[in-house]
C-alpha cells in the first residue's frame, strides 16, 4: 500500500467534503448551539414549572370527618386547601358515613426471619385490591377535580380519642406532577400532627419525650455534588455524543461511496493505477476524520455548556471530558468502517440510505438504553458494542469505572473496530460491487470452503474476534459451576472446539493451518529450557517494574488452586489443557493468517491478542511476553509442540509452587518479588533456550509454500467471482 496515494485520496475526500456545507453545520453549528440551547430551554422550562407548582395551593379532598385535633393542625398547613368530599361518588360517601367501606387489609407483617439482615427477598410492593373508595379516588385525581384525595377512615376519631391508633389513606396519581406535590404536603403535615399527638400523649402520661419513638433514622447522603451532576449527564449524554458520532458518519460514507457511484466519479477512480485498498484506506479515513471531529465538537461544547450552566462546587473535572473523546475514538472506528461498508452495496445516495438504516436504528437504540437507570457497567455490558462505551461514558461521569472493566470495553470495542475494517476491507475488494454489481454475502464474505492452505489475516483476527466474545459470554453463563469446570469448559469448548469447526469447516490444511509437524530435537530441547526458566527472566523484570495489586496477586493464586483439587488434577486443568487449546488458537490459526505480513507481525500481534485475552490489565505484559516467546518458537520450528511444551512447563512450575508451597519460596508466593539471583538465572538459561531455537532451521518454507498457494486460490476465486456476476 503506498502511503502517498492514501494520502491523496484523503485530502482529496476531505476537501470536498468541508467544502460542503450541510458537513460544515454538522461540525460546527450544530455542537455550538444543541447543547446550549438545550441546556437553557430545559433549565427554564422545568425551573418555571417547578416555580409555577411550588406557588400553587394543593387541592385535597377531604372524604370523612376529621378529628378535632387533627384538623386543628392541618387547617393552618401552608399550601393545602382541604374541601370536604369533592369528587366523591353519593354511595361512597354513604358508605364512608355510615362506615360500611371499611378501611382494606394491608400488607402481611414480615417474620424477624424476613426481617432479618442478609435476607435474600425484598419485601414485596403492596397493592391496594380494587374497592370502591379507590376507583372513585382514581376518577376525581385523573380527572383533575382534585389534587390528592384524603380518606379518615371512620374510626379515627374514636381511636384517636381514646388514646389508641386511627388509618388515615391518602390517594394521589404518582404520573402528575401536582399530584405528587400534593402527597408530598400532605404526608409532610401528617407528619408533624402525629408528632405533636404522640408528644401531647406524652406529657398526659408523664412519659419523657421520646418515649414512643425510642430512636430518630437519618439519613445523611454521602453522594458528592460532581457524582449527582454525573449522574445526571451520565444518564443523557452517552446517548446524544454518540448519536452525533453516528450522524457525523452516516452522511459521509453514503457520499463517498453511493454518492460517487450516482456523480459517476467512483467509476473515474477505478481506473486510476491506485489498488483497492487504498481507495478503501483514503475513504475510510476521510470518513473518520470527519466523525471524530464531529465528535470532537459534541464533547467540546458539552464541556462548556456545563462549566457554564453548573454552579463552581458542582464543576466536573475536565479529564473525564477528555476520557469521553477518547472513549469515542473506538466507536467512531466502527461507524466509519461499518457504513462505509455496507454504503458501497447503494446505487445512489437515496438507495445508500435506507442500505444504512438497518444498521443505525439498532445502534442509536444500544446507545438510548443507557438513558434507564439499570442499565450500568457490568461483565454483561462490557462486551455489548457500542453499550459498552455508551455505559463506560456513563461510568466515568458518575465516577464508577473499575479498570477490569474499562479494559473489558476497550479491548471489546477494538475487536469489533477491527471487525468493520476488515469487512470494509473484503468489501472493497469487489470490484463489481464498486461498480453497482450485486455479489451475494456468501462471495464478499468469502464464507466458502477452501481446498487447503492457511486463513488470511483478516480471517485468522476475525476468528480471534468471534472467540473472545463465545468465550466472555459463555464464561458468564457457566459462572455459578466450580473453578474447575469452568476452566475445562472454557478452555475445550470455547477456544479448542471453535479453533477446529472452523479449520475444518473452511477447508485449510490443519498441518500448515496449526502448525502441526514434527520439531526438531533441538527446537524441543530450546522449548524445554524456555519452559523452565522464562516464567522467572519475565516475573523478575516485568512485575519487578509492573506489580499487579496483592489483592488481583492473591486472588488468581487461589484460583488456579482450583478450589482444592487434586495435585495432577490442578496440574492437567491449569498446565496442559491451556497449552494445548491456546496455542492451536493462538500459534495455530491466529498465527498462520498474520504471517502472511511478515515474521515480526505474526509473532508480535499474535502475542498481543494472547495478552489481550487473559482479559486482565495487570497480567497484559506478562502474558505478552511469554506470547513473544511462544511465537518465537513457533516461527523457528514451524511446529506449535514446542510451544505447547514451553507453555504447559511455565505454567506447571507456577502451579507446583503454589500448590506445595516450599519454604524456600514463602516469601516469593505471598507476593515478594524476584530475587535478581533467580532473575539472573532464569535470563541465562531462557538466553540459552532462544539460541537453541535460533539455530534450529524454520520450518517456514513448507508451510510457506502452502500459503501462496492458497494466496493464488483466493486471487482466482475472486476473479471468477466477479467475472461471474
Not at 452522511?251 to 481506473?271: F, H, N, S, V, W
Not at 478503501?280 to 459534541?298: E, Q, R
Not at 507481525?601 to 498481543?608: K, M, Y
Not at 531455537?693 to 482466482?716: C, F, H, N
Request: aromatic share 8%; charged share 15%; net charge neutral.
Amino acid at each position: 500500500m503506498r502511503l502517498a496515494i492514501v494520502w491523496t485520496i484523503l485530502r482529496k475526500e476531505l476537501v470536498e467534503s468541508l467544502r460542503d456545507r450541510r458537513t460544515l453545520v454538522r461540525l460546527v453549528l450544530v455542537p455550538i448551539l444543541l447543547y446550549p440551547l438545550f441546556a437553557l430551554g430545559m433549565s427554564k422550562l422545568i425551573g418555571s414549572e417547578a416555580a409555577a407548582r411550588e406557588a400553587r395551593a394543593s387541592r385535597i379532598a377531604v372524604w370523612g370527618e376529621l378529628a378535632e385535633g387533627l384538623r386543628t393542625r392541618l387547617e393552618p398547613a401552608g399550601k393545602i386547601e382541604l374541601v370536604p368530599w369533592a369528587g366523591a361518588p353519593p354511595d361512597v360517601r354513604d358508605g364512608l358515613l355510615s362506615g360500611a367501606l371499611a378501611p382494606p387489609a394491608g400488607p402481611v407483617p414480615r417474620s424477624e426471619e424476613e426481617e432479618a439482615p442478609g435476607a435474600e427477598d425484598p419485601p414485596p410492593r403492596w397493592t391496594e385490591p380494587e374497592n370502591p373508595v379507590l376507583a372513585a379516588a382514581r376518577a376525581a385525581v385523573s380527572e383533575r377535580k382534585v389534587d390528592a384525595v384524603l380518606v379518615p377512615w371512620p374510626s379515627l376519631g374514636t381511636e384517636l380519642g381514646r388514646g389508641g391508633k386511627g388509618s388515615v389513606a391518602i390517594y394521589f396519581d404518582s404520573v402528575r406532577a401536582d399530584s405528587t406535590t400534593a402527597e408530598a404536603r400532605l404526608q409532610g403535615a401528617l407528619r408533624r400532627a402525629r408528632a405533636a399527638i404522640v408528644a401531647e400523649r406524652e406529657a398526659a402520661r408523664g412519659l419523657p419525650e421520646g418515649f414512643s419513638i425510642a430512636y430518630d433514622v437519618v439519613p445523611r447522603d454521602v453522594a458528592a455534588d460532581s457524582r449527582k451532576v454525573g449522574q445526571i449527564l451520565g444518564s443523557m449524554m452517552p446517548m446524544m455524543l454518540i448519536l452525533m458520532s453516528l450522524l457525523g458518519s452516516f452522511l459521509p460514507a453514503i457520499d463517498l461511496t453511493a454518492g460517487e457511484k450516482e456523480r459517476g466519479t467512483m467509476q473515474t477512480l477505478l481506473c486510476a493505477p491506485v489498488r483497492s485498498i487504498e481507495i478503501i484506506s483514503g475513504k475510510f479515513l476521510a470518513v473518520w476524520v470527519i466523525s471524530l471531529l464531529t465528535a470532537l465538537g459534541n464533547v467540546v461544547s458539552l464541556s462548556l455548556t456545563v462549566s457554564r450552566m453548573l454552579p463552581d462546587v458542582m464543576v466536573v473535572d475536565p479529564w473525564i471530558f477528555a476520557l469521553t473523546f477518547a472513549l469515542l475514538v473506538p466507536v467512531t472506528l466502527l461507524f466509519s468502517a461499518l457504513f462505509l461498508a455496507l454504503a458501497v452495496f447503494a446505487k445512489d445516495f437515496k438507495d445508500g440510505q435506507n442500505a444504512l438504516m438497518p444498521a443505525y436504528l439498532p445502534l442509536s437504540l444500544l446507545a438510548g438504553i443507557t438513558a434507564l437507570p439499570v442499565v450500568e457497567l457490568n461483565p454483561w455490558t462490557a462486551y455489548a458494542p457500542v453499550l459498552n462505551i455508551a455505559v463506560l461514558i456513563k461510568a466515568l461521569f458518575v465516577g464508577e469505572a473499575p479498570a477490569d472493566l474499562l479494559f473489558t470495553a476497550l479491548l471489546s470495542s477494538a475487536l469489533y473496530a477491527c471487525l468493520a475494517l476488515l469487512f470494509a476491507a473484503r468489501v472493497f475488494e469487489r470490484e463489481n460491487v464498486l461498480l453497482g454489481g450485486q455479489e451475494s454475502a456468501r462471495a464478499v464474505l468469502g464464507l466458502r470452503r477452501r481446498a487447503g492452505g492457511t486463513p488470511s489475516a483478516g480471517f485468522s483476527l476475525a476468528a480471534f474476534a468471534g472467540v473472545q466474545v463465545l468465550f466472555f459470554y459463555g464464561s458468564l453463563l457457566i459462572a455459578r459451576a466450580s473453578v474447575a469446570v469452568q476452566l475445562a469448559v472454557s478452555q475445550v469448548g470455547f477456544f479448542l472446539a471453535p479453533t477446529l469447526a472452523l479449520v475444518a469447516g473452511f477447508g485449510y490444511s490443519p498441518r500448515a493451518t496449526l502448525g502441526l509437524r514434527r520439531p526438531s530435537v533441538r527446537g524441543l530441547a530450546g522449548a524445554l529450557l524456555l519452559g523452565v526458566s522464562a516464567w522467572a527472566a519475565i516475573g523478575g523484570t516485568v512485575l519487578r517494574w509492573f506489580p499487579a495489586p496483592e489483592p488481583f496477586a492473591r486472588e488468581l493464586g487461589e484460583l488456579v488452586l482450583l478450589g482444592g483439587q487434586p495435585y495432577p488434577v490442578v496440574l492437567l486443568l491449569v498446565a496442559v489443557t491451556p497449552a494445548v487449546c491456546e496455542e492451536l488458537l493462538f500459534r495455530g490459526l491466529v498465527y498462520s493468517g498474520l504471517r502472511r505480513a511478515g515474521p515480526a507481525v505474526a509473532i508480535g500481534v499474535s502475542a498481543l491478542l494472547f495478552g489481550l485475552a487473559h482479559g486482565s490489565v495487570y497480567r497484559l505484559l506478562p502474558t505478552f511476553s511469554l506470547g513473544l516467546v511462544l511465537g518465537y518458537a513457533r516461527h523457528r520450528t514451524g511446529s506449535v509442540l514446542p510451544g505447547a511444551l514451553l507453555h504447559a512447563l511455565s505454567n506447571g512450575l507456577a502451579v507446583s509452587l503454589l500448590y506445595f508451597k516450599p519454604p524456600s519460596v514463602q516469601g516469593i508466593i505471598e507476593g515478594e518479588v524476584l530475587p535478581w539471583s533467580v532473575t539472573a538465572a532464569g535470563a541465562v538459561v531462557s538466553l540459552a533456550g532462544l539460541l537453541l531455537l535460533r539455530s534450529t532451521v524454520p520450518g517456514e518454507p513448507e508451510d510457506g509454500a502452502a500459503t501462496k498457494a492458497s494466496e493464488r486460490r483466493e486471487s482466482e476465486a475472486v476473479g471468477d467471482g466477479a467475472g461471474a456476476d
